[in-house]
């Protein structure tokens, strides 16, 4: 059994590269003879943690000194309320919980807290493996709790190269690592002996690729959206990439085109993957969608790593990168019988290629974050005035989707008048302050309209427009 | 309300609806710096939708993104047109 730290030490245990952060770069060599964790990592071992750091870098050194030492750790993304954060700790039945701050006084609420040295602090550590821990992954559910997604190293690492030559490379992503596209470039960075270049919270775009750019990254991932700012900072000439991949979001045509233009000799790629079924292919043709040989022309005989299959015209991917099952949620089956997960995903072939076409049920993807429409007509529908309320996508092209509310009220007459309008717009801001009250920013709508009524189903569903 | 003043307007209310500060609004200013995250360029573009009745980054009529917001004013003053 191999943990992450003995996958990506090359001889004589010590690790290559660095991590780089706004205040420059940590050797990742100083974890042989260091630790994050001074004098608590063996007292960690065979628990569950919380690793719940508000920026990106204390993470990235503690997952290298947790994995194989504990039995399952969950990577908080930093937009958890404080109500949510508790659920997760709960659910993951966690003995501590790993910030960056001792001032975290949430934390103790939740678990032991542990606070994570911002470099490592010399000290004897010991890289003994003893556990193969659960790396848990949170993604958007249907209510405001989070899921918990369980993978271990190898379903999340499997595939990707190790040790190559790659020394020369730097990586850079603009996703957060707790995030499965962002965790899999930082996986691939440790485990090709490369350095990576890590986002801060809030840092603007332009600062961010001029550090990249000073860094000579080489290798940078992003979704759609993250793209579109890049190109709109007027700064994505600073660097010179040779391979530009996206993930995460639907790659469209202009998107793509934009991109080739600003870096004509970059390789260009865009990937599917999802928290729960695992990374299942890699478009290298510089068009939007995928060739429907992906599906018709997979190799019958060796037992492929990821197989693909269209059923109701959603995405189905079988693979070995796939998650093992929710955790908390034992009885929600990830897989069908044949360990085909259902993506979701809706696709249409058009002349001998599959283009996405949105989500089915209704989900949202704005800039790469999921949103149940259910979660936010439930904030609606709180209000008393509310009768019914339909939450969909629309398109939009700087986050691919935005939320937008159809609320019909319970005495809708008065949103009919002229004289009423005053009333009605009073009514719409209140509901939005409720949802921005309730919601993070990117589930609150940014346009509700009140209408007369909406349509239902024989069977008393509304009718979800897909994607 | 002309274009520019409905942009101008616009930005200011989403800025104050997502609690942000907004730079001074001058033509050269760079769209990243204004002080709007992702969505809120997001929202400010689905609400011109709505007012100016037009969506230039939905046409064909636009080839590179605005990077400030003299580019970003002209592009929807060309949609109009």
């Known amino acids: ?467 | 309300m002309s274009v520019r003043n409905e942009i101008l307007a616009t930005f200011r209310q989403v800025a104050d609806t997502q609690g942000r500060t907004l730079a001074p609004l001058s033509e050269n200013l760079k769209l990243t710096d204004c002080g709007l995250d992702s969505l809120g360029f997001a929202i400010v573009i689905s609400a011109l939708e709505e007012s100016l009745h037009t969506d230039p980054f939905n046409s064909s009529a636009w080839s590179e993104f605005p990077v400030t917001l003299g580019d970003f004013i002209k592009l929807y003053e060309r949609a109009v047109d």
């Open chain 1, 1 to 467: 059994m191999k943990s992450l730290w003995d996958a990506a030490a090359v001889h004589g245990g010590t690790i290559a590269g660095e991590l780089v952060g706004p205040g420059g770069a940590i050797k990742l060599s100083a974890l042989s003879t260091g630790s994050t964790l001074p004098g608590e990592l063996e007292a960690l071992r065979g628990l569950s943690v919380l690793v719940a750091t508000a920026e990106q870098l204390p993470t990235a050194l503690a997952l290298l000194e947790l994995d194989g030492v504990v039995r399952r750790m969950v990577l908080c993304t930093p937009d958890l309320t404080d109500q949510q954060l508790a659920a997760v700790a709960s659910t993951a039945q966690a003995d501590a919980i790993l910030v960056s701050k001792s001032s975290h006084a949430l934390a103790s609420k939740c678990a032991r807290p542990i606070v994570l040295q911002p470099l490592a602090v010399a000290a004897p550590a010991e890289r003994r493996v003893s556990e193969r821990t659960e790396w848990v992954l949170l993604t958007s559910g249907t209510t405001g709790a989070p899921k918990l997604v369980v993978h271990t190293l190898h379903s999340l690492a499997g595939s990707l190269p190790r040790q190559s030559a790659a020394g020369d490379h730097v990586w850079s992503t603009f996703y957060d690592i707790r995030r499965y596209g962002g965790l899999q470039i930082y996986l691939r960075a440790l485990l090709s002996g490369s350095s990576l270049v890590l986002t801060t919270t809030a840092e603007p775009t332009r600062d961010f690729l001029g550090r990249a750019a000073a860094a000579r990254v080489t290798h940078i991932s992003g979704t759609s959206s993250h793209w579109r700012r890049a190109l709109m900072s007027g700064a994505a000439d600073r660097i010179n990439p040779q391979y530009v991949r996206l993930s995460g979001e639907i790659a469209d045509q202009d998107i793509l085109d934009s991109l080739r233009s600003a870096y004509p000799k970059s390789r260009i790629a865009h990937a599917f993957a999802s928290t729960e079924a695992g990374l299942a292919f890699e478009v290298n043709d510089g068009l939007a969608g995928f060739p429907e040989t992906f599906i018709s022309q997979q190799a019958s005989a060796s037992p492929a790593r990821v197989n693909l299959n269209v059923v109701d015209r959603t995405l189905r991917i079988r693979s070995q990168g796939a998650a093992a099952r929710y955790l908390g949620e034992e009885s929600t089956r990830l897989a069908d019988e044949d360990g085909f997960i259902d993506t979701g995903d809706i696709v249409q072939l058009v002349n001998d290629r599959y283009f996405f076409r949105g989500r089915r049920g209704g989900v949202i993807n704005v800039g790469g974050m999921k949103v149940y429409p259910e979660e936010v007509e439930a904030v609606l529908n709180a209000d008393a005035r509310v009768h019914m309320s339909l939450v969909h996508g629309r398109r939009n092209p700087i986050t691919g989707s935005i939320v937008v509310a159809d609320v019909v009220l319970s005495d809708h007459s008065g949103t009919l008048g002229e004289a009423e309008s005053a009333e009605a717009e009073r009514v719409k801001g209140e509901l939005m302050n409720a949802c921005r009250q309730a919601l993070p920013a990117h589930k609150v709508p940014a346009r509700l309209r009140l209408v007369s009524a909406l349509e239902v189903t024989a069977a008393g569903k509304l009718v979800r427009p897909d994607g």
